[in-house]
């Protein structure tokens, strides 16, 4: 698997609602970041869903390096 591009080195807050799927991307080229646009297509990435549990921010990883899935665990610190 070839590595992500970095997109930005810092989370990305987003706003989320309970119940809904949000699709983030794991590959780094989306022009709609955190967020797929299908830039992955022809690559060995796929967008990663994450259900929002409830209403509130979230801080979604930038620079898709994270060992905690979609969201940011500081990881950006080291590059």
């Known amino acids: 698997m070839s590595e992500p591009v970095i997109a930005q080195k810092s989370p990305i ?3 989320v609602k309970a119940g809904q799927t949000y699709y983030w991307c794991s590959c780094g080229k ?3 970041q955190p967020f797929c646009d299908g830039s992955h297509k022809m690559s060995s990435f796929a967008p990663v869903p994450y259900k929002a549990e409830k209403d509130g921010t979230v801080y979604f990883c930038g620079c898709k390096h994270s060992g905690n899935g979609v969201l940011c665990d500081g990881a950006h610190k080291a590059l």
């Open 13 to 15: 807050p987003v706003e």
């Open 30 to 32: 989306s022009a709609s």
